[in-house]
């Protein structure tokens, strides 16, 4: 990104994210931006338009520890479970003033107990995983429902499933989601997995995406904005969604992707036996998880797509790879 570009990026704040190259978990499980000794916790970080970059969900569904957490941060920045709790703590102050906001998601004495409980300033692990958990059930249900293979939605299901002890003492198979900063337990019920409810399963398996998408695109509101300066008298005002966290956009993403009707938004699997990660496609040729970073071809000075790692991997087990897949 061009210096002029990156300005412009960091001027329209409403749409933009940060990477965080010095992001690090805390000995206490949060992610954070950067840990407390390090000098220049900004330095090096991107600024971007989240809403520009489709890889976000795909990047989210392969995180499952610590580890693919941090590579996740360094290259988009955290999730935002503190940026969301504090917008919404401003929000709740507005409505003491004005009442006219009503959040869907958190009463003042939740989010006071969830805020109290927050040592460090960053995305809690446990939260953050059962997020990019989320996601990837999402993306796995609609790329079974965009096949029209409804069977394949029971496994779906059944493959993200945790035993959990309820109320009752007795243990059940759920799914552990995240809607918003929370997390929750949320059984399945029989239209996703009883063998005999098959004529369901699609109408089913979309009624959980929406479960899934809908708590966490709830904070998006639509906002006019003033880009960024880019001469004396030129000024297009625009119109788009203002994002409190970044998780937002990620789930936006999934949410396109599921209404599918937008060119390069269909989900597939990575053809890697051992990855197996659903991405949103972009480009028909793709058959392998698309790498998460671009470069600039200094040939033709044009921006490519970076190497897929799982592309690599399965040409170096299985030599060799078709001609049309895309680097
Ligand atoms: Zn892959």
Sequence with gaps: MGAAEKRQYDESR?????SAPHAAVTPRGILVAAPLECENPREGGLSYDPFQRISLPNALARVKDERSAVRFA???GLLGYADFLN???????LVDRRRMFDDPLLDEGQLKELLRSLDDYGDPMPWLL???????????LIEAIG??????????VLRHTLPHVGS???????????GGPSVKWFAP?????????????????AYLIEELVNPNVASLRWQLFTPAYRGPNELEIELGFEHRALFEVVWWHVANAAFGRRPGTRVRL???ETCRAPFIVTDERQRFCPADYTYTDKRTGKTRPGRSRCAALYQKRHGGQSKTEKP
């Design 189 to 205: 019920g029989r239209g996703l997995l009883h063998p005999d409810m098959e004529a369901m399963r699609a109408r089913s398996a």
């Design 130 to 140: 059962a997020q990019a958990r989320s996601v990837r059930l999402a993306m796995e």
């Design 74 to 76: 360094r290259a988009y």
């Design 147 to 156: 096949r029209k293979e409804f069977k394949a939605v029971r496994d779906v």
């Design 87 to 93: 917008f919404q703590w401003q929000d709740l102050t």
């Design 270 to 272: 990575c053809e890697l």
């Design 168 to 178: 009752d003492q007795k243990s059940r198979p759920q799914l552990l989601v995240a």
């Design 14 to 18: 409403h749409k933009t994210a940060r």
